[in-house]
């Protein structure tokens, strides 16, 4: 499309690049047809071409600030558009730019910001996160239905974890921070007590911390930046010791890390750095799918599992079919699941800032997920693990879990 975008903000880097996306985009609407937010709105300024139209006047200096902001709230970037999109439109990026600009341009309703700056000083922090979580965990009992279900039950720990002296010959780095060290601690105990059975150690960084997600798609760019340094920082003294990946067991966090090239690519201290680390960030199922999944000796017995592939994993990671690969070969059954493309409304912090839209996509999420008589849920993200259990009656879990038990009870045997 044609742009006449201001002077001053074309003279900027963010400016020129937003530019260049939305040239691309030729209007087509393909995007609405895969839009969570337009399929229950049926407003067109709530799909991606209506949003993308709204973010080009306002770079032009038409239209209000405030209502591009509104849109964009409601946007869950998702990026089901990106995968749909003919033109290659770099949807999110450009959603994010605009983002971070409105928020220096425009002053949100005092609770908005409350909620937003409480948001980004907790949750990416272990233990401020963990303290908040353990209090709301106590209190569970005593919350209102709408509330409770946003609080995940203190999860019962599983085996114990490897012992610390346990070696192999090869070693990969795991993300281990954030959110999911405390909410769903069982996942990486999973994953590593997997890859060990496979002769490859999880190694973790202790200084290492959240990836920046979620402050990164709060606008907190600097907070973002800082998170995503830190990281290399802790990463890279193992990388350098020939470390063979950076292992995420949340698709979250797996979708942000492998980001880190392009978000610092201008950063003369780390975009090299920032460069290796996205080459090196895999998704579990990634790495399992190149291991030889035989020497497990897993047999899921037909197990009938619904798998809810999250939407940082099929569209932000462009992984589709390797999970389900994965317990297919491994014995477990996989129930059909309509509009499988579609998101579960947790998307990061959507959940709690947008709760109206977020809990319509979860329960027509719920819905699909159990149409074929599944015993289980499965998913590959901490935040769609968290949100989908509030709602299904059917345990949710992550799928590294399944394969686990199923490989230890065949040991017991």
Known sequence: MQTSILKEILETREGRESDEILRRCVHCGFCAATC??????????????????????????????????L?????????????????????????????????????RPLLERIMRFALGK???????????????????????????????????????????????????????????????????????????????DLAVAPRAGCCGALSYHLAQTHEAEAFMKANIDAWWPAIEAGAEALV????GCGAMVEEYGKLL????????????????????????????????????EGKRVAFHPPCTLQHGQRVTGVVESILGRSGFTLTKVPDVHSCCGAAGTYSILQPVLAE??????????????PEVIATANVGCELYLGGTAKLPVRHWIELLDEARAELDAR
């Not at 201290?269 to 000796?297: M, T």
């Open 71 to 107: 849109h964009l709230d409601r946007c869950l970037t998702c990026r089901a558009c990106e995968t749909t999109c003919p033109s290659g439109v770099d949807y999110h990026r450009l959603a994010d730019l605009a983002r971070e600009r409105l928020e220096t341009q425009t002053t």
């Open 265 to 300: 690519e201008h950063d003369p201290h780390y975009a090299e750095k920032a460069r290796r680390i996205s080459e090196l960030a895999k998704d579990l199922s990634e790495v399992l799918a190149a291991e030889d999944l035989g020497a497990l000796g897993v047999r899921g």
């Open 36 to 69: 969570p937010t337009y399929d229950l709105l049926g407003d067109e300024l709530d799909s991606p071409r209506g949003r993308i139209y709204l973010i080009k006047q306002w770079l032009e200096g038409q239209g209000s600030a405030r209502e591009v902001q």
């Open 360 to 373: 319509q996509l979860v329960q027509k999420k719920v819905a699909a997920l159990g149409s074929d008589a």
């Open 122 to 200: 907790i949750l990416p922090h272990r233990a401020r996160f963990r303290w908040f979580l353990r209090l709301g965990q106590w209190f569970r009992p005593l919350l209102p239905g709408s509330l409770k279900k946003k609080v995940p039950p203190r999860a019962r720990p599983i085996r114990a974890a490897l012992a610390a002296h346990t070696q192999h010959g090869r070693t990969m780095l795991l993300l281990d921070a954030c959110a999911q060290a405390d909410a769903a601690p069982n996942t990486n105990v999973a994953a590593r007590r997997v890859m060990s059975a496979l002769g490859v």
């Open 248 to 251: 995420t067991t949340a698709s």
